[in-house]
């Protein structure tokens, strides 16, 4: 790639629009500070960008932890937790790293996600350049499929919550998919808002409504716990990639960090020591555990795929958290099919012409229905939310930072460390990844198909 030094977005010889200047020395990348070429109307601290970390790893997984840790066992739970947990962290690290590195050789102040991986092909060694774009499309699709499943799942759980409560007072038994199918004209009206700024204030019911659900669902956990002892501490190795599934699913955040990154105002402290990655992720992690290792201790066997569920039904309390919940999970909808909505619409909007508006809106209506569609088709729960961690986060979590850290510092100078080691440990990373992808992809569809 050969061009003009300038700052503005140009095609190069593969079709990427990187903002991409003349390669620059090592030199010339070491003294350029891209945080100092950052831009910024609103940039936040540390304590928002914090808050911004917790609030989007913090989500419908964790009502999952319970099952999960059924499916590990008490005590490789809690180990095999926080183990994940810190291999996504670091992770997490490497990625941001990355980017840091590819900001000072493009001269840029700052990638989005799939960028770097666009921008770590694009300037890494010569034989994968030409797939930059690849690249790129991938993690898009990625995130696409990863986004658009959570928003199945949130269909799943939002009727399956309902249902129980529904159920329970008019003494009936309907079919769930009655429930999700139902859900579907509210999600198509709710879908419709194309402003972020607009969909802030139900973000705020939701938070107020999910903390009180969780608040009084610890109550239910803790009240009269049984014997630890008759706990098993290890389930069993065929349901442990049911475990990997779910863990990842709860724990990986890696699509928010980058936009989080790119916005601080000391973006220096997102990745230090302690940083803000490193305390959100102990506060996240320490939070899946308790309620994962405490859930699973109160309800062994009986844990269900969302804790919720195993919430008495006689009682109000408990019936109301269900509802409480449903609804929070309902109004962060419209928040989880932002993002997926605008990667499609980006790159689909050309083919609209003139009727753009029209265009979205039925895109928009098209993604709910294929949502509820999905959701109507694989009703069941626990294998569902295994899937999608096991399909997608593995790629976005595990796989693709090491692979975009083995193509950006494979062309430096002792790049890849003493004896290599930067090349091992990402092929460890890589094969955990891929045996997690495989075993925990071939395990949730089977269950799915014995679940019907």
């Not at 700052?110 to 060694?125: I, K, Q, W, Y």
């Not at 579907?184 to 009206?189: A, S, V």
Request: charged fraction near 15%; include cysteine; aromatic fraction near 14%.
């Amino acid at each position: 790639y050969k061009c003009e030094k300038n700052d503005v977005p140009i095609t190069v010889t593969n079709g990427s629009t990187l903002p991409l200047v003349e390669r620059p020395t090592d030199e010339e990348a070491a003294l350029y500070d891209p945080f100092e070429h950052r831009k910024l109307a609103h940039p936040t601290s540390d304590l928002d960008t914090l808050i911004h970390l917790l609030k989007g790893s913090l989500g419908t997984g964790i009502l999952a932890m319970p099952m999960a840790f059924r499916n590990a066992g008490l005590a490789f739970g809690l180990f095999a937790t926080f183990f994940i947990g810190a291999v996504c962290t670091y992770c997490v690290h490497i990625l941001v790293k990355s980017a840091h590195v590819l900001c000072r050789r493009l001269q840029t102040p700052s990638l989005g996600f799939a960028d770097v991986a666009e921008a770590a092909f694009l300037v890494g060694p010569e034989p994968v350049q030409k797939y930059a774009r690849l690249a790129k499309a991938t993690i898009n699709s990625f995130l696409v499929i990863d986004l658009v499943g959570c928003c199945c799942v949130y269909i799943v759980f939002i009727s399956t919550n309902l249902k129980e409560v529904v159920d329970y007072y008019t003494e009936t038994d309907k079919d769930l998919r009655v429930y999700m199918a139902a859900l579907l004209p509210l999600l198509i009206i709710f879908s419709l808002v194309r402003n972020l700024k607009y969909l802030a204030p139900f973000s705020m019911v939701a938070n107020v409504l999910i903390a009180t659900g969780m608040g009084i669902t610890f109550y239910y956990i803790f009240y009269d716990l049984p014997s630890i002892n008759d706990v098993p501490n290890f389930s069993s190795w065929s349901q442990l990639p049911l475990f990997f599934g779910t863990a990842i699913f709860a724990l990986e955040g890696i699509g928010v960090v980058m936009p989080l990154e790119n916005n601080m105002k000391t973006p220096a402290h997102f990745v230090g020591c302690p940083g803000v990655l490193n305390t959100g992720m102990f506060f996240v992690v320490l939070l899946y555990s308790t309620v994962g290792f405490f859930g699973f201790w109160k309800y062994g066997d009986s844990t269900r795929a969302s804790i919720t569920l195993n919430l008495p039904q006689s009682q109000v309390l408990a019936q109301s958290t269900k509802v409480m919940i449903a609804i929070a999970i309902f109004l962060t909808y419209g928040l989880q099919f932002y993002v997926p909505m605008e990667i499609i619409w980006k790159n689909a909007k050309q083919y609209f012409g003139s009727r753009r508006l029209l265009g979205e809106y039925f895109l928009r209506i098209l993604l709910v229905i294929f949502t509820v569609c999905v959701a109507i088709a694989i009703p069941n729960l626990g294998p569902f939310i295994s899937l999608v961690g096991a399909v997608c986060l593995s790629t976005l979590g595990l796989m693709f930072p090491s692979v975009i850290e083995l193509v950006t510092v494979w062309e430096q100078e002792n790049g890849l460390g003493k004896w290599n080691w930067r090349l091992w440990k990402n092929i460890a990373i890589i094969t955990f990844g891929v045996l997690g992808f495989l075993t925990g992809t071939y395990v949730s569809i089977q269950e799915i198909l014995e679940g019907k």
